[in-house]
T-cell receptor, first 113, second 112 residues
Framework: NAGVTQTPKFQVLKTGQSMTLQCAQD?????MSWYRQDPGMGLRLIHY???????DQGEVPNGYNVSRSTTEDFPLRLLSAAPSQTSVYFC????????????FGPGTRLLVL | GENVEQHPSTLSVQEGDSAVIKCTYS??????FPWYKQELGKGPQLIID?????GEKKDQRIAVTLNKTAKHFSLHITETQPEDSAVYFC???????????FGQGTRLTINP
């Protein structure tokens, strides 16, 4: 198993540009989520999904969209990038809602100029 | 909503000594408290967790204690080794892994 994979590893965007951060898992996990990590603030939940076709907002959803068309993939879309979205983004998955062990991907470092 | 405070932000200990990291939470409904270790350039990795019906849990050199009355929980690492150097995060949730709220993180450095 590759576990949780994320692409790209690093991206530079200009303000106003859009992009999609990719996340995939090959463990047949129902639950997937996106976090952003900023210095001194820990990780904050952006969006999450409890299964294909079901998504919901986390703590900081503004400026981001998600979809879950398959069990394996959970892309995060930045609609119009802003400097405040400069961060490291982590995708995570777990077998189910009640199986708490979350497996994190390696992260995507995003810089918005 | 839930708020988790973590202290200290940095911690430096001699190899072989013990390290303790403390977290407080605000929501009395929280019932799941995991600890994650993040090595440089990697994603966080779960190292131990505890549920609200348990006061203490141990796994080799790592232990977590929970005081529900005071709303705080702590990570204890004994006989520290250089490979314990990393950033550690606590988290809390009232819905399992669905909506974890993380602390700010503690950078632990083990000095040889």
């Amino acid at each position: 198993n590759a576990g949780v994979t994320q692409t790209p590893k690093f991206q530079v965007l200009k303000t106003g540009q859009s992009m999609t951060l990719q996340c995939a898992q090959d463990m047949n996990h129902e639950y997937m989520s996106w976090y952003r990590q900023d210095p001194g603030m820990g990780l904050r939940l952006i969006h999450y999904s409890v299964g294909a076709g079901i998504t919901d907002q986390g703590e900081v959803p503004n400026g981001y969209n998600v979809s879950r068309s398959t069990t394996e993939d959970f892309p995060l879309r930045l609609l119009s990038a802003a400097p405040s979205q400069t961060s490291v983004y982590f995708c995570a998955s777990s077998y189910s809602i009640t199986q708490e062990t979350q497996y994190f991907g390696p992260g995507t470092r995003l810089l918005v100029l | 909503g839930e708020n988790v405070e973590q202290h200290p932000s940095t911690l430096s200990v001699q190899e072989g000594d013990s390290a303790v990291i403390k977290c407080t939470y605000s929501d009395s409904a929280s019932n799941y408290f995991p600890w994650y270790k993040q090595e440089l350039g990697k994603g966080p990795q779960l190292i131990i967790d505890i549920r609200s019906n348990v006061g203490e849990k141990k796994d080799q050199r790592i232990a977590v204690t929970l005081n529900k009355t005071a709303k705080h929980f702590s990570l204890h690492i004994t006989e520290t080794q250089p490979e314990d150097s990393a950033v550690y995060f606590c988290a809390a949730s009232d819905q399992g892994a669905q909506k974890l709220v993380f602390g700010q993180g503690t950078r632990l450095t083990i000095n040889p």
